[in-house]
């Protein structure tokens, strides 16, 4: 080996090192730091499939029967997971929610369930495909949303 190999060798090194303990710090995140994570990425599912129906219910977008009823049963999936992301101790860091949640958890499961309720039925309201009955009952699953971001969100 020559010293331009031996120099070459040594970088090479020092590159792998580096990619291996940027992963390592990656792993390293505290539970409650995953949990935050988890819980906004499942609010940005949410998000990415509320956003068109909300869009064709204020006549935005044309109403697409069959896109609708598969945003309607995403969400209502997706409706069954952030829940688990709100850990004892998960009120600190890059979290918009207040710790009330914590102190008032009965109260908070109970507007997580109504979510759910509302949505799954939005799910099976969509599948009839008609406008007049949907509407009223997007509205349900959005109060759903903002009752629960008015007492526990920070805006
Ligand atoms: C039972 C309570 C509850 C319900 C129901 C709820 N949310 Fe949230 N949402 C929260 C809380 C708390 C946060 C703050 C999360 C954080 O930053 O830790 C949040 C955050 C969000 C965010 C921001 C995510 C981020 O990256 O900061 C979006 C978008 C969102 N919610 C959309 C919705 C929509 C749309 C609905 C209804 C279809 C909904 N939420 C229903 C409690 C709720």
């Known amino acids: 080996m020559n010293l331009f190999h031996k120099a ?10 580096a990619v291996v303990s940027n992963a390592m710090a990656d792993e390293q995140k505290s539970p409650e730091e995953m ?3 988890y819980r906004k990425g499942a609010f940005h599912m949410i998000k ?8 064709m219910v204020k006549g935005e977008k044309e109403f697409n029967a069959e896109e609708f009823a598969k945003n309607a049963e995403a969400v209502a999936a997706l409706s069954k997971f952030p829940g688990n992301g709100f850990i004892e101790g998960s009120d600190m860091g890059k979290t918009e929610t207040k710790a009330e949640v ?16 509302e949505a799954a039925s939005l799910a099976e309201t969509a599948k009839g495909g ?19 971001h008015k007492e526990y969100k920070e805006d």
């Open 8 to 17: 070459l060798a040594i970088a090479f090194a020092a590159t792998s090192i």
């Open 35 to 37: 949990a935050i994570e």
């Open 48 to 55: 990415y499939h509320f956003g068109p129906m909300a869009a």
């Open 102 to 117: 914590w102190s008032n958890m009965d109260d908070f499961k109970k507007k997580m369930e109504t979510f759910q309720v």
């Open 130 to 148: 008609d406008m007049a009955a949907i509407k009223p009952q997007f509205g349900k699953v959005g109060e759903s949303c903002k009752a629960c």
